[in-house]
């Protein structure tokens, strides 16, 4: 078997004091932090398409990098080799789960009928290679915007044919996914939306959408598919409005077609930010609602408008996003996918190594200082004094929803009713960066 | 009785060939549009706050403006002479309908039930005026955000009392509302929302927003106002992040509630672009799901990131405003309400009839021209052409929800499914501007 | 010669009753505006590059058009029929001028020398065509970007082969364009500028890029190019930051390192509005500087945060652009190149001439309409009287710099000094509107 | 005298195991950092304005704080009061340095004289107080925004007494400056700019701001006032466009106009990121055009559009603002000045020391941790070896413009020219995580 990463060796923990850029130095994957072990928490998973089958494309310019497992002419051999490399450079990494969408894994061929068999040999390629790592899919997902066919909508198509070419895709794409016990289904709906309302039945295409999670939902309890199903929102980009737009959204959505029982969310950083909210606000409007399922780790550039998907490194933000994930107690069967790519200057193989390393490093000081600052109860008794009026009395039957206006008009009308207590964000912020540079 | 804008005569419709700016050049309310006149289509209202209370503050300067009706000391006074100038200014500009916060009217006084009763004092004023004139009122709204006290939120608040008192204004302003024969009333949450998730109890703060509108409906039902209760969402500013971000994050809030049967949305423009859509986007997913209530008519400006509130004069986004409200059958019992504000440095009394007329001669075109696309089904005929794949076969047994990813799959399977019929986006644009500089 | 767009007639005039959406209906290319033709002052070039090289790539989507004409294998044959179809297509659009990359019109061979030879036999069937068509060459220009050996920037690379490599190609098109008579040579660094300041010697890369541009000046000298050389400003994208991030940071490099007396610039409307201005205010700052080369005709979607480079059918915008450009004295040697491609949907060859004909019409009535407002001198007027107190006394010696601060401060310092008169913006707006859908 | 922050003691440094918000947990002034002390280094300024003389007022609220220094009636007894505060205040916290405009002194009183005796008065105690602190002027300005006269603009104004009042303000404040041994004198062109092109001369008004800066640098020729003048650019807010949009905008400026001798730039952080850049951005680009003169130390939130001046609490983003200092040898005669508030719900005294405390020991961090990075000459070795190309043969011929584009191409024309060095983005992201987690 080819050895792609032949100058790499397995990456090891070293700890903080070594300089070395091909190790952890805060990613210790059999720490404990709290009662699991920091592999447990944090469940990294390694994104086939980012790392393996793309090479850098932009807007204006083609691939920068170029990756020896992609040089087959047969698809076959192509899949065969991205498959090895894939599983080298997991293993190598000590990155226990993968993601990937079906045309990640085979390019497309004439027929639906074709691809297919061609993913089920490969699917067998991928068993091989999961059992002798012990790696897992975290989770599936069906490519429904990359070839031409999906340029308006997939499931929100304005051609029936092209929907149910959408709906057979996600069938296999489900199938095999059960097949790789894979823990969740992923829908990300990048065309799933408008580039003009002046051609656009918005009604009619959300009722189509609709359908199409309905019958995703029927086929994966026909075939026994338990793993959990997750949307990824996104307000834009490829589309200039994509009806995922943020969490909200979604849910609202979910919860007007009776959706909302099956599915969760799987958030991610820079499409939070895109849609101009923080990521830590995505996680936790997912979390008290009970609906949050998974997370892509990346970070955006807020002084960019498209999604950089860069690697998570921002320590900051990582703690925010542990911290909510910690309150949630945990995310599996979700995970940290890595939905990140290096740099298109980035493009030496070796760099997949720097970054993934860097995210992974990130990510396990934001659990390190994320769990601290939770055992120390530095936010939660703040919290908890802050709202201690709703505790009792008038502000007991509020919250228990016993009182109304004119029981409270009687309550205040001669009463003088002053401020509240002071807010004291910057003595919070301080407080926090003493934990983060403690 | 005072006279404010002596210099001013009841503003007429002129025609277009003339150039008087105080004058109406489109706005011809008794003209017919279809089966209704311009006045029944867009029911303009003025907003008490902007053209009646403020005077031009910014943040980096007090106010330009030194409205006579304002400078009375005595609180009543003050209030009567600003509700003289009010149906004065509506009466010469010739709009029907009002809104207004129950702090416009009169200011705070040390107690509730001081302030309260000055309420009722005005109350009796104003309804005179609105017999004289027959102008009526199209919302109430209380004002839950200027005093220091509601720094913190109302219904979202921190602290019981506050929210006792929150509670205890919107009672009297549903009454007021309900004794002014309001047509709908208002809630916009500007600070409904928080600065920091640091010290924030996200979970509680929406149960006890959740807990208040379900007493304000009860309060409603129990008084007898059948107004419509509207939400006007914002994403953001004056608070950081607001819970009511738009309309479909507040839709995903009320169905969870169980409000959604209760609420419809106040949506305006310059809301619906720093929430990153469009005016129409929101206008289109309000009347598809049935909750269009009410507009409110201004227009933003895009490269600045805080709610400008200027008067609507883009025509073509006024065009594709109406083209939405009239598929929505109209905006009744909602109305256009100009929550616009002049520019600071148009700090005279005539500038606030040049904006009205600008904002209301805009919304005419906008009338005219969505009407006429309309009429020619210029957009109706591509959209049924792009979408009617689905009114038969397979494509009708998707819409139906007849069908399932077995038979789509069996039905693609071998099927050469190619690309969607061209959107056609610049065609169509080009045919819109062919209706609208015709 | 194989032809085309063989459904296609040559596009004419039919003015505004028609709906034909394949005829002009505003531009009529001998129609007198002023003592110019409509042909004379809009000065239309078509983009070689969006037209007929790219295919609707994007970052999520393999190219959805089909382009005949870019299926031969050999580069020649490619390069050739290419050419071919760009002067069947301008000559049935009766567009006079094109714009192009090097590298739009052959494809890049394995060395310099290789790929300058391909470009000698397709100059010289362009030199053909041109003289078959009359249409001619507005500028031409190097890609410095899509190469993978730029991705990290040509005159600002950090490996000084490739700098050289960067200065060849651009001697080379210097060459051609002189060749082509082309009217202007335009420099956009979509590459020159930085993707993390971690690692970049900004001095270093400044300092190159001014030598780099100083060269092209003594070349362009050397070998006789009299052309006009352009800027063509852009913030980000594809880099995270670029140098020439707006007319006014590019104007600020041009005067430290005395270029600006050989250099103007290239206006793009999208570009302006990536960088936070509106089009007009880049025109103005521009023009008021004596540095407005040409502009790059298209619009942008701003609430999406990347350069969608859409047809320039807002006629609002047009108006305002094509204002500065009349105040400009026109725009000539430069002129509007429609930088703009169709979107990904609008696939199909039509659309070109769908779109190129929607931006044509746009920018005529812009040039009609703004005509009208200059001739009624609408704003001059108020402009003049605006500032009307700097034509004499003391604002006369402010305007000369002929008084100092302590005659300025005996000026005021017993005055009253009011306010300045309204600044009118609403009466302004609603009288634009009046001219143009009067 | 009054004391008004009775319960607190002077803030000292007690290190970073304290959890004392009262305390300095990486401040401590004496420590020596390279060969200068911290607070040499660093050189902190209070902001007048912000921490005495505003209390809180948003676009919709009113004040939030109640400080008690402001609550005299007479003007002279406020400004003694506030004085005295701001004095306790920076005395405790241990700030040796302030800013100010002349209007958060004194209240503007009828008459131009009138507010300048009743300055006269007012600078006689300042006067006073710094001798007995120690506690120095790093700048004076003038407020130019705030009184409705110039709500059109100072410099820039369409009133040519309005200008002439302006020049007087700045005069005075000129003068006061140099009494009270000012090191730098700013101006902050928050009005200067436009509400609308449609009403604007921008021509006249940048040649008048031109004359008007000539002015002051005239007349601080004139009375020996040999302090450094500054401009603090901001691209928009309270103005929809200002001059000043960002350093490169207002270098042209100056350039142009033969200014640029004579003024170099305070950098605000959150200005820097309203105009699309990043604080380290501008730094940097000020630094290698020797004109960064001094630093407005806050942030901003980059998912909100306007200046919300937070107190930089953001440690990374300090740690790449000190770096350029540094790098800068230093910001003296410059400082970081606390340009930031506290949020509104932070209304208590008590929060104006958390506050600064916050920002001082954030900025404190950065100063460490920048300064280890440049000793271990983590990035600079990096850079070196990237651009390592141009230290001989061609690449120096390159930098020392010493070549042609006909050698350049002769030596390229047959070579194989790759791709550069990967930019390695994510592996120096991940050293960074080391040196600021160590
Ligand atoms: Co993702
Ligand atoms: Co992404
Ligand atoms: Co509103
Ligand atoms: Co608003
Ligand atoms: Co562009
Ligand atoms: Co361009
Ligand atoms: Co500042
Ligand atoms: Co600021």
């Known amino acids: 078997m080819a050895e792609y990463f032949k100058d ?37 998973s390694v994104a086939y398409w980012h790392t393996f089958t793309a090479e850098g494309r932009d807007m204006f310019g083609v691939e920068s990098a170029n990756r020896e497992w992609n040089k087959f002419s047969d698809p076959l051999d192509k899949a065969y080799a991205r498959c090895d490399a894939a599983f080298e450079f997991m293993s190598k990494l000590g990155v226990k789960y993968f993601c990937t969408h079906d045309r990640d894994l085979v390019d497309e061929q004439e027929t639906l009928r074709e691809t297919n068999k061609l993913l089920d040999k490969l699917v067998e390629r991928i068993k091989e290679r999961m059992k002798e790592t012990g790696i897992k899919l975290l ?35 489900l199938e095999i996914t059960k097949e790789l016990n894979g823990e969740n289904y992923v829908f990300w709906g990048g065309r799933e939306g408008y580039e003009t309302l002046l051609n656009t039945n918005m009604e009619l295409e959300l009722n189509n959408l609709a359908n199409f999670l309905h019958m995703a939902v029927d086929y994966a309890k026909e075939i026994g598919f338990d793993g959990q199903f997750l949307i990824e ?14 969490v909200a959204n979604s849910y609202a959505f979910l919860q007007k077609y ?9 958030i991610e950083a820079n499409h ?58 945990g995310i599996a069967p979700g995970g940290l996918n890595f939905d990140s790519h290096v740099r298109r200057p980035s493009y030496e193989n070796i760099d997949l190594f720097y970054a993934h390393i860097a995210g992974m490093d990130a990510f396990a000081l934001g659990l390190i200082l994320a769990n601290k600052i939770l055992e120390d109860k530095v936010l939660e008794d703040f919290v908890e004094k802050r709202y201690n009026s709703f505790n009792e009395g008038m502000g007991k039957k509020i919250v228990d929803g016993r009182t109304n206006f004119k029981e409270l008009e009687e309550y205040v009308l001669d009463k ?11 003595y919070l912020e301080n407080l926090l960066n003493l934990y983060i540079y403690e």
């Open 139 to 173: 989770w599936g997902t069906s490519n429904l915007f990359t070839h031409p066919r999906f340029m308006q909508g997939a499931a929100t198509s304005c051609d029936a044919d092209i929907y149910a070419y959408a709906a057979a895709q996600v069938k296999k794409a």
């Open 8 to 44: 790499i060796k397995k990456v090891e923990y070293v700890g903080k004091e070594s300089k070395d850029p091909l190790a952890f130095h805060y990613y210790d994957p059999e720490r404990k932090i709290g009662n699991k072990t920091m592999e447990e928490h944090l469940r990294f």
């Open 416 to 426: 003088k009713v002053g401020v509240p207590k002071s807010g004291r964000q910057e």
């Open 233 to 246: 929102p996104k307000p834009k980009e490829p589309t200039k409005h994509q009806y995922d737009f943020d």
């Open 258 to 266: 009776d959706l909302d029982k099956y599915f969760k969310f799987n």
């Open 272 to 329: 939070a930010t895109l849609a101009g909210h923080t990521f830590q606000h995505e996680l936790r409007y997912a979390r008290i609602n009970n609906i949050l399922g998974s997370v892509d780790a990346n970070m955006g550039d807020l002084l960019l408008g498209w999604d950089t998907d860069q690697f998570p490194t921002n320590v900051f933000e990582n703690v925010l996003a542990m911290y909510e994930i910690l309150k949630n107690g």
